[in-house]
Every structure is written in C-alpha cells, then in structure tokens.
C-alpha cells in the first residue's frame, strides 16, 4: 500500500501546484489527515447510528481509555512505543469481550459495570505508566489521549483499512440482524437471530474500530465522534435510512472540517478535538432545525 499512498501524494500535490486543488494540499500531512477523514467519517458514523440505538455511548469511551493501557503494556513488551498496535487490539479485544460476558451473568445495570471494568482498566494503565515512563516519555500518551490525525503514517492508514475492509465484510451482512436484535432482542430470537452471538460480534466491531481511530481521533474524544453524528442526525431523521445517512454525512464532514478549518485559519487547535468541535456545530445547528423549523418537529428517530 506504500506504492499507492506515495503515487496519491505526488499526484495531489502536483495538482496543488498548479492551481487544480487548495494550496493546502501540497502538504503531505493533510494528503494523509483527508485520506483518513474519508474513511474514518463513513465508518464511525455508520457505527455511531447502532452505538445510539443499543445505548452504548459508554462503553466506545471504556474502550478507548483501555487503549491507555494497551499502550502502556505494549511498550513494556518492546512494541513500538508510536504504534504499539498487537497490544492495544489484544487488550481493547479481551476488555470488551469480558466486559459483554460478564453483563449476561450479572443483574448489575450495564452503565455501573462499564464503569467497574473502566475504573480496573485505568488502574492498571496508571501504575504502569511508571515502568513505561522509564523506557519513554511519558508525554506521548497525550497523542493516544487527544488524537493527532496530522501525525498518521502508512502504517496507520494501513490499521484503518485493514479495520474498515473488516468491518464492511462482517458487519454489512449482519447490519439488519444486529440493528432488530438491538431494537427488539425478543422478536429477533423468534426470527432465528442468535441474539448473543451478534452482540459479541458488534462488541468486537465497535472495539477494533475505536482502537483504530484513537491515534487519529484520539481515546478522550473517539466516543464523541461516534454519539454527536448520530445525536445530529436524529434531530432530522424521520426514518432509519436517513438517520444512517444523515449520521455519516454529518461525521465526514466534520472530520473534513475539523482538520481544514483550524489550518486555514492557524487557529491553534488539536486536530481531534477541533473534529468533534464541528461535529457538534452541526448538533447545535441540527436541534435549532428542529425546533424553529415545522417540518422536522416531526423527526422520530
């Protein structure tokens, strides 16, 4: 892929050069940031209309604060300390899977687990952030904390292809299925759904994807982006398709708009959170729609 990401930056930035696209294009950095907005906004939107609907905003942020610890695990095990990827997917991987296994064994609500699993994952990450603090600095957590979408390299891209090649293969055929089993887990079951076997798969999906987007969006801030598209979205929504398409369009663009903005006008932002700063421009905007306007009072979704 290295071949295709080099061709796609020369050409656009030949086309920069002669006038054909924004100036800003000439840098590759924002070839990259743009290349992963067009990715990561379709995907995170996508998901972000099942995270609403199964009411699981809490656990993409558990997920994305066990990445802490993934890191931290990963350096101690001689990862690299930029990419430290088998441990976060690993850890992320088992934390949600242990997280959803103990939820169907226990009366406790599923907001109070999330936060006990949460609170041991934190723990954990705290007290090795003093071994890894003598191995690196310390420092560079606040990239897996905030996101620095401007920092992404081949490698990164590659994790988040490889994730949304994953996700179209095993969540596109089962969208349906999961989408009826969150929306009424008794009716599936009487369809034939295996209602438990589709949550372990949503829980992966949703984890391996917030595991990909957390250098880029950062661990703090990927829960939003998946929960304020969606919130957007539903304030306009009379339907599911649109609420699908509505939630992915508004999630692009704010990807696209939290990168340009901030370097079009050096207003000194992270490019994380400058995303979910549009992203909820657009709430704002979408629920003053909704309520100034007659035809959208009506949204249901």
């Not at 990807?255 to 959170?273: A, K, N, R, T």
Request: charged share 10%.
């Amino acid at each position: 892929m290295s071949v295709f990401y080099t061709w796609l930056r020369e050409l656009i930035t030949q086309l920069a050069i002669s006038g054909t696209v924004p100036r800003i294009l000439f840098y590759e950095f924002v070839i990259n940031a743009l290349f992963c907005a067009i990715i990561i906004g379709p995907l995170l939107g996508c998901v972000g209309t099942m995270i609403v609907a199964k009411r699981m905003a809490f656990f993409s942020q558990a997920v994305g604060n066990a990445a802490l610890t993934g890191v931290a695990i990963g350096v101690l095990i001689g990862e690299s300390y930029t990419a430290p990827y088998l441990s976060m997917f690993t850890f992320c991987i088992v934390f949600g899977i242990l997280l959803n296994y103990t939820k169907s064994r226990t009366r406790m609500s599923t907001d109070a687990l999330i936060g006990v699993f949460l609170s041991i994952s934190l723990a954990i990450g705290a007290s090795l952030v003093l071994f890894v603090s003598a191995r690196v600095n310390t420092h560079i957590l606040e990239s897996v904390m905030f996101g620095s979408i401007l920092t992404v390299n081949d490698l990164d891209m590659n994790v988040l292809l490889a994730v949304a090649a994953i996700t179209l293969l095993v969540g596109l055929p089962l969208y349906n299925r999961m989408l009826l089993a969150s929306l009424n887990a008794s009716l599936a079951q009487v369809r034939g759904i295996q209602v438990q076997l589709i949550e372990y798969v949503f829980i992966v999906l949703v984890t391996i994807i917030t595991v990909a987007c957390v250098k880029i969006i950062g661990a703090v801030l990927v829960e939003a982006l998946l929960l304020i598209p969606a919130a957007a979205a539903r304030n306009l929504s009379r339907g599911l398709g649109s609420f699908v398409y509505n939630t992915m369009i508004i999630s692009t663009l704010s990807c696209f708009g939290g990168i340009l903005i901030p370097m079009q006008y050096d207003i000194p932002v992270p490019s994380g959170g400058a995303i979910v700063l549009v992203a909820a421009a657009f709430f704002i905007i979408t629920t003053i729609i909704r309520n100034v306007i007659p035809g959208f009072k009506e949204a249901k979704m």
